[in-house]
């Protein structure tokens, strides 16, 4: 069994910072044995990231988060053991990028409105292969703007603030058929971050268990330890598997670390155990 897991990656070909073949170095050396890249809506750096790792001798698993819609809501979903070249999984992953492009153009239109070089920011943040908030949120530090990408978020990109355009994600019951579609395991990322109640939250798992998902994310790094019970006590009650993940983004963010965090709590399933590297 696998001591040291990471399921829950970012690299460069989405909004982290390392490439997939430096996000496997860094693995190795963090001693992870097994690692999942998940990128947003992407799967372009599996590839890279399954030969760094058998040179480096990590187990890797190929996988992706996506964003969906429940209720209103952005949930993300991350998916685990995925065939890459599935053509189900390819074409949304290109709807998804086509209305990130066009999320970031309306982002940009806005923020020049409020008196911003919008169109020096939507040229940085449209150069990445999946344009996220995030890649405005660093071009606003790097044009001067903000001090930090969080403060970025704060004053310009957040619900509520000069930049803030809605994203229309497709339906979780799509995200999940596009996970399966593509012979993979899904499971519902983070749960803690959504800001539901008890009742909400149950009703979300119980509807992504009918979907078809087959797993909750019980351990992350700094995830309180009342979220970890409570998202324990849903994996047990919907026979979810418990998955674990850092959601590494960069380095340089020490409370995200790669492979460093709680073990799984008692009577969970490890999701590990339903994959094969
Ligand atoms: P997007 O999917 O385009 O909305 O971009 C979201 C990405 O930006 C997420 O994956 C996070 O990595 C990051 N992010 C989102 N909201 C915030 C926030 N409020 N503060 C810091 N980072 C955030
Ligand atoms: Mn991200
Ligand atoms: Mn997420
Ligand atoms: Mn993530």
């Not at 992706?64 to 070249?85: K, N, P, T």
């Not at 169109?119 to 606003?140: D, E, G, Y």
Request: hydrophobic share 45%; aromatic share 4%.
């Amino acid at each position: 069994m696998f001591k040291r897991i990471d399921l829950h990656t970012h690299s460069d070909c989405s909004d982290g910072v390392l490439s997939p073949a430096a996000l496997a170095g860094l693995a190795a050396l963090r001693g992870v044995e097994l690692l999942a890249l998940t990128d947003h809506d992407s799967v372009a750096g599996c590839e890279a990231a399954r030969a760094a790792c058998a040179s480096a001798r990590v187990r890797f698993i190929a996988g992706i988060e996506l964003s969906c819609q429940w209720r209103e809501r952005e949930i993300h979903i991350v998916g685990l053991g995925l065939d890459v070249a599935d053509v189900g999984l390819r074409e949304h992953c290109a709807a998804v990028g086509t209305q990130r492009r066009e999320r970031t153009e309306a982002i940009t239109q806005r923020l020049a409105r409020a008196g911003l070089p919008g169109p020096a920011l939507a040229q940085i943040a449209l150069a990445a292969p999946v344009p996220t908030r995030m890649h405005l949120a660093r071009a606003l530090v790097s044009l001067g703007i903000a001090d930090s990408p969080q403060q970025g978020f704060d004053r310009w990109l957040n619900r509520g603030r000069p930049g803030y355009v809605a994203a229309q994600w497709p339906l979780l019951e799509a995200a999940l058929r596009c996970i399966r579609g593509a012979g993979g395991i899904a499971v519902l990322a983070h749960p803690h971050r959504y800001r539901l109640s008890n009742g909400s939250l149950r009703e979300l798992a119980a509807q992504f268990k009918a979907a078809g998902g087959e797993g909750i994310e019980v351990s992350l790094p700094g995830m309180a330890a009342a979220d970890a019970d409570r998202a324990a006590s849903l994996a047990r009650r919907f026979g979810l598997a418990g998955s674990v993940g850092s959601d590494f983004h960069e380095p340089d963010l020490p409370w995200r670390p790669l492979g460093r965090f709680a073990k799984l709590p008692d009577l969970i399933t490890p999701i590990a155990a339903r994959l094969e590297p």
